[in-house]
């Protein structure tokens, strides 16, 4: 079985502050690690994604996550926050078994909305 | 480039209609899904389909029927509308690659009264 925890169901920082949004996972097997945004009415897009190469991600707008094996963690950085990254941002696993891109081997956190201070 | 496009953005239904959520996608995906977003609860699969001719379900299925008669659309109906299944909702597809990424549509927003 496979689990995501996204640790903070709010995040509020100050525009031109650095972003850190959490996420914790449990799994079987060598699992591969998914963080996705969503803009207020509008569907979820891929930032980036961890598939057991380089550990440290790089993603699209300047976001990047290290995969930490020792802490199951997946958290989600930027350096600089700009009012466009508020949004609901969603950290997924999936399963490695699963052979396919099948929505049925992937568990979704409930999701951490991020809020940015003018 | 379309991408998902799902149909309509907005619906209200009295308890015990029937409707069908339409989703159409131009990518030639093998796999599309449908997820329902309710506050809190992150996204849940209700049905998803590996190809045309064949769907199976997710987490929460019951009340809803899917049917893949083409690789384009995956249609999601509503048998008998109650108001639990009031929820955003939304359909993905999928390259049948490992690890592939999700490409979502808009959604369609449902409240049934």
């Known amino acids: 079985a496979q689990s995501v925890t996204q640790l903070d169901s709010h995040v509020s920082v100050s525009e031109g502050t650095p972003v850190l949004l959490r996420c914790n996972y449990s799994s079987s097997y060598s699992p591969s690690l998914f963080w996705y945004v969503q803009h207020p009415n509008k569907g979820l897009q891929l930032l980036l994604k961890?598939?057991?190469?380089?550990?440290l991600v790089k993603g699209i707008n300047g976001f990047e996550a290290e995969f930490k094996k020792s802490e199951t963690s997946f958290h989600l950085t930027k350096p600089s926050a700009h009012m466009s990254d508020a949004a609901e941002y969603f950290c997924?696993?999936?399963?490695?078994?699963?052979?396919?891109?099948?929505?049925?081997?992937?568990?979704f956190g409930k999701g951490t909305h991020l809020i940015i201070q003018p | 480039n379309a991408g998902v496009t799902q149909t309509p953005k907005f619906q209200v239904l009295k308890t015990g209609q029937s409707m069908t959520l339409q989703c159409a996608q131009d990518?030639?995906?093998?796999?599309m899904s449908w997820y329902r977003q309710d506050p809190g609860m992150g996204l849940r699969l209700i049905h998803y389909s590996v190809g045309a001719g064949i769907t199976d379900q997710g987490e929460v299925p019951n009340g809803y029927n899917v049917s893949r008669s083409t690789t384009e659309d995956f249609p999601l109906r509503l048998l008998s509308a109650a108001p639990s299944q009031t929820s955003v909702y939304f359909c993905?597809?999928?390259?049948?690659?490992?690890?592939?990424?999700?490409?979502f549509g808009n959604g369609t927003r449902l409240t049934v009264t």
């Open positions: 993905a597809s999928s390259e049948r690659m490992r690890n592939s990424p999700l490409h």
């Open positions: 961890y598939t057991s190469a380089a550990t």
């Open positions: 990518m030639n995906h093998e796999y």
């Open positions: 997924v696993v999936s399963d490695q078994r699963y052979s396919g891109g099948g929505a049925d081997g992937l568990t």
